[in-house]
């Protein structure tokens, strides 16, 4: 009687790797996005730290705070408030220079934004983590002062309002940032995010304030 070692045939080894395979294929995808999700999150908080720490020492040196129009003068006074209090690697100002803001941005349910950066009323820096912030002046309504718009991981996809593009007011009295997508601020969540078919300007609120972006999956989300 002869001991024969047990082993997996060709076919066997075959099968098992295309199991292996196709069990792949079905997670990963869920699970580079959980992943993408997360650092999103996270950098938006640390981002929405950041720029409410840049304003309050601008504040805290008696610095002025004065109304601006939206225009490229106006984009240059807002960005003077905070640029001396961010890590700046490139200052791209109001020009379009390659390689420091994407081109077309897309809203949330998938159409066409804007072209910013060809557009001068925009003062665009980006930061030494190779994300990009750009500042808009805006006295929309009431204390609105101006916008500063954030894109977490710079010229990278997907540059879409509410995957990794989003944006803060500037408000006087109270001086503060708030999140866009407060219900009595600039561009509510419920109508600017929520809906399959928004438009996502409204987003960063709801991903500061829940730590998460359900709304990319769940459109019944509100808040009051």
């Given at each position: 009687?002869?001991?024969?070692?047990?082993?997996?045939?060709?076919?066997?080894?075959?099968?098992?790797?295309?199991?292996?395979?196709?069990?792949?294929?079905?997670?990963?995808?869920?699970?580079?996005?959980?992943?993408?999700?997360?650092?999103?999150?996270?950098?938006?908080?640390?981002?929405?730290?950041?720029?409410?720490?840049?304003?309050?020492?601008?504040?805290?040196?008696?610095?002025?705070?004065?109304?601006?129009?939206?225009?490229?003068?106006?984009?240059?006074?807002?960005?003077?408030?905070?640029?001396?209090?961010?890590?700046?690697?490139?200052?791209?100002?109001?020009?379009?220079?390659?390689?420091?803001?994407?081109?077309?941005?897309?809203?949330?349910?998938?159409?066409?934004?804007?072209?910013?950066?060809?557009?001068?009323?925009?003062?665009?820096?980006?930061?030494?983590?190779?994300?990009?912030?750009?500042?808009?002046?805006?006295?929309?309504?009431?204390?609105h002062l101006g916008e500063i718009h954030?894109?977490?991981?710079?010229?990278?996809?997907?540059?879409?309002?509410?995957?990794?593009?989003?944006?803060?007011?500037?408000?006087?009295?109270?001086?503060?940032?708030?999140?866009?997508?407060?219900?009595?601020?600039?561009?509510?969540?419920?109508?600017?995010?929520?809906?399959?078919?928004?438009?996502?300007?409204?987003?960063?609120?709801?991903?500061?304030?829940?730590?998460?972006?359900?709304?990319?999956?769940?459109?019944?989300?509100?808040?009051?």
């Amino acid at each position: 009687m002869y001991n024969k070692n047990k082993a997996f045939t060709l076919a066997e080894v075959l099968i098992t790797l295309g199991i292996i395979g196709v069990v792949a294929a079905m997670t990963l995808p869920a699970l580079i996005q959980n992943h993408n999700e997360k650092a999103t999150v996270s950098k938006l908080k640390k981002m929405y730290s950041v720029l409410q720490n840049a304003y309050n020492l601008y504040l805290s040196e008696d610095n002025p705070v004065v109304a601006v129009s939206d225009n490229e003068e106006g984009a240059t006074t807002v960005a003077s408030w905070f640029l001396p209090y961010l890590n700046v690697a490139k200052d791209c100002g109001t020009t379009n220079e390659a390689g420091c803001i994407s081109g077309t941005y897309k809203l949330k349910k998938g159409s066409s934004a804007a072209d910013y950066s060809t557009d001068s009323k925009y003062y665009k820096v980006i930061l030494n983590d190779g994300s990009v912030i750009w500042f808009k002046g805006n006295p929309r309504v009431g204390n609105h002062l101006g916008e500063i718009h954030y894109d977490v991981n710079g010229i990278n996809p997907p540059n879409q309002w509410g995957y990794d593009l989003f944006a803060f007011e500037i408000q006087n009295e109270p001086n503060r940032i708030v999140p866009f997508g407060v219900s009595d601020g600039c561009r509510p969540f419920n109508e600017n995010c929520a809906a399959a078919n928004s438009n996502g300007y409204g987003c960063a609120y709801w991903v500061i304030q829940q730590g998460n972006m359900k709304y990319l999956k769940d459109h019944n989300l509100t808040l009051n």
